[in-house]
């Protein structure tokens, strides 16, 4: 399929910022910050992604304050001296011709936790303090664990929640200083913005909590902060746990649509459509979760909220993700755990939907060679990717 007929890999514009393709990095944790820092892995951990053909490539999780991150090892962007690190990164992806893109979120109840790795995200312990990590407090809508034997969360006072709100207008001005191209608020998987969204946790009675337009303030000054700290013309994204995971009486679709058409208005471009998460990690629960068992989330909310989606959540290939976009059911889609398996995935994809035939997406230093093989190739009986042709 020509390039220019293959939806995967047409542009998309926001404002004034020109998406190159659709294909967006999903968040993913990588618990490898040093002091809050970025390092030299992330450098190349997010520079292959631009190498593999992501048209935006979107940073974890980074917090705005050292406590509102999710362990030791996740980035923040709560200090000026954190902007220089970024700027390489989001210069080396600039490089490659793709869009960098951050996320800003705050841990609220899920902070203070180990590596996923170490201890399947279990909170710190007391003992986890002599090799320097001591646990920290958490904070919260409410004085409630995310479960039993977590610790409890200090309820947060009106003027914190205005000094965290604040912090995310902060971290939106460095994000822009380091060049960033988009920002995506996490307000999913029960983290603190989350976690004030869902009637399961948000039991206050002042103005952070109560009915759901209550429930929401949060969110939305969070967002027009932001809005107020970020250029007119950069896109806004925001994550939502479409329906919070939590049982009965939680946090619904119907209300994520309410949600999406006020963060239309206060500023937000796109929802990413994700799930779950309001006690433990969404990522470690197996419950059956066929090929993008999210999407359908992405579907209403683009069609009843009226604005561009996100769809997430094992999208394994291009074209899977081609039909998504063909069927009207998202404007982007965010390739995760698969990415992991293959930093290239973006321009496999291509060669999936055969909109790259001569590898011009690709890297010249890369490209050129791969171009030159094909001929090789076939006459070894060989398809352009290397495969066995079938006739
Ligand atoms: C290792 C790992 C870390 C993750 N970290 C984040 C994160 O920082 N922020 C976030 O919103 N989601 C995070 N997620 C969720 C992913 O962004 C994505 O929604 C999820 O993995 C489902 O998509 P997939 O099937 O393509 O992997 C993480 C997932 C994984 C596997």
């Not at 995310?168 to 001005?173: C, V």
């Not at 429930?215 to 746990?241: D, Q, T």
């Not at 909109?355 to 690709?362: E, I, K, L, M, V």
């Amino acid at each position: 399929m020509p390039a220019t007929e293959c939806a995967l890999f047409s542009p998309f514009k926001i404002r004034d910022t020109i998406f190159p393709n659709r294909i967006v990095l999903a968040p993913m944790m990588q618990c490898k910050a040093v002091d809050g820092n970025m390092t030299d892995w992330h450098f190349v951990h997010y520079g292959k992604f631009a190498l593999g053909g992501f048209g935006t490539v979107l940073t974890e999780a980074v917090a705005v304050e050292p406590r509102g991150r999710i362990s030791y090892g996740c980035p923040g962007l709560w200090s000026d001296d954190q902007v220089p690190m970024m700027r390489r990164i989001v210069d080396f992806v600039h490089s490659q011709g793709s869009l960098a893109a951050i996320q800003l979120g705050h841990s609220g109840r899920k902070g203070s936790s180990h590596r996923p790795w170490e201890a399947s995200y279990g909170p710190l312990r007391q003992a986890d303090a002599l090799p320097g990590e001591e646990p920290w407090p958490l904070v919260g809508p409410v004085a409630v664990p995310i479960d039993e034997g977590y610790p409890t969360p200090h309820a947060l006072t009106t003027a914190e929640l205005h000094d965290i709100v604040r912090k995310f207008g902060e971290a939106a001005r460095r994000a822009d200083e380091a060049g960033f191209d988009m920002i995506e608020i996490h307000g999913a998987h029960g983290y603190l913005i989350a976690s004030f969204l869902t009637p399961l946790v948000n039991e206050r009675t002042d103005e952070y909590g109560g009915d759901r337009a209550g429930r929401m303030r949060l969110a939305l000054e969070v967002v027009r902060e932001i809005r107020a700290n970020w250029p007119a013309g950069k896109a806004l994204f925001f994550r939502v746990s479409a329906e919070d995971g939590g049982g009965p009486g939680g946090w619904s679709v119907e209300d994520s649509v309410v949600l999406a058409k006020e963060l239309h208005k206060a500023g937000v471009d796109v929802v990413d459509c994700s799930s779950g998460g309001l006690r433990t990690s969404a990522v470690l629960q197996n419950t059956a979760r066929g090929l993008g068992f999210q999407v359908p989330y992405a579907d209403q909310l683009r069609h009843e909220a009226s604005m561009a989606t996100m769809a997430v959540g094992l999208i394994l290939d291009g074209p899977q993700a081609e039909a998504i976009l063909r069927e009207d059911r998202a404007d982007f889609i965010a390739i995760g755990r698969q990415a992991m398996y293959d930093p290239f995935w973006a321009h496999h994809a291509a060669q999936q939907l055969q909109s790259d035939p001569d590898f011009s997406n690709w890297n010249e230093s890369a490209g050129w060679w791969l171009h030159k093989r094909i001929g090789t190739l076939k006459l070894a009986g060989c398809k352009p990717d290397g495969t066995e042709a079938s006739d």
